[in-house]
T-cell receptor, first 114, second 114 residues
Framework: DVKVTQSSRYLVKRTGEKVFLECVQD?????MFWYRQDPGLGLRLIYF???????EKGDIPEGYSVSREKKERFSLILESASTNQTSMYLC?????????????FGAGSRLTVL | GDSVTQMEGPVTLSEEAFLTINCTYT??????LFWYVQYPGEGLQLLLK?????DKGSNKGFEATYRKETTSFHLEKGSVQVSDSAVYFC?????????????FGKGTKLSVKP
């Protein structure tokens, strides 16, 4: 089975801290994604990447950056965490360039910023 | 732009009841349509998909038919179980679009009571 692993299930950080959310996939997928999930808003795409060292902005990139130094790892970075970034963060990956290919999601990282 | 609208929840049903979760979309071109499910404490996983008009996706007793004339992709199940309690997301990807353009509805929470 394809596995997408998010290193932290629950994090509590203080306002202004730098936060790293790590995601690793084990099936050699080209594409990786970061979403945030909020009640009543569904999933919103933050950033995605089609290849190593490549990144594209999603719908809500402000306040976030990403890093993809290796194919299997995609990191989401909050340079200076704020309370409005309290949310569930979901990483996903997929194979190939077909629009019909399926996303495989990690279990999520719930971040609370105090 | 493209969008997905699904019925608001929560939806509460008794075991063995019939389920319909409505999903309609607005899109140019010929999108692929998906239903993802999120069980408590987990990430999203694909439930079913359809890539062209009149296709029927099915899995685990769930079905959805791609209706281009009504721009709909309603999810149905004849007899729900307690284990079907989850949040269901309808999603759209326009034909030829990158997966960075996958658009999710806001999700519908289903609770099934014994």
């Amino acid at each position: 089975d394809v596995k997408v692993t998010q290193s932290s299930r629950y994090l509590v950080k203080r306002t202004g801290e730098k936060v790293f959310l790590e995601c690793v996939q084990d099936m050699d997928h080209e594409n990786m994604f970061w979403y945030r999930q909020d009640p009543g808003l569904g999933l919103r795409l933050i950033y995605f990447s089609y290849d190593v060292k490549m990144k594209e902005k999603g719908d809500i990139p402000e306040g976030y950056s990403v890093s993809r130094e290796k194919k299997e790892r995609f990191s989401l970075i909050l340079e200076s965490a704020s309370t409005n970034q309290t949310s569930m963060y979901l990483c996903a990956s997929s194979f190939g360039s077909s629009g019909a290919n399926v996303l495989t999601f990690g279990a999520g990282s719930r971040l609370t910023v105090l | 732009g493209d969008s997905v609208t699904q019925m608001e929840g929560p939806v509460t049903l008794s075991e063995e009841a019939f389920l319909t979760i409505n999903c309609t979309y607005t899109a140019t071109g010929y999108p692929s349509l998906f239903w993802y499910v999120q069980y408590p404490g987990e990430g999203l996983q694909l439930l079913l998909k359809a890539t062209k008009a009149d296709d029927k996706g099915s899995n685990k007793g769930f079905e959805a038919t791609y209706r281009k004339e009504t721009t709909s992709f309603h999810l149905e199940k004849g007899s729900v179980q307690v284990s079907d309690s989850a949040v269901y997301f309808c999603a759209l990807l326009n034909y030829g679009g990158s997966q960075g353009n996958l658009i999710f509805g806001k999700g519908t929470k289903l609770s099934v009571k014994p």
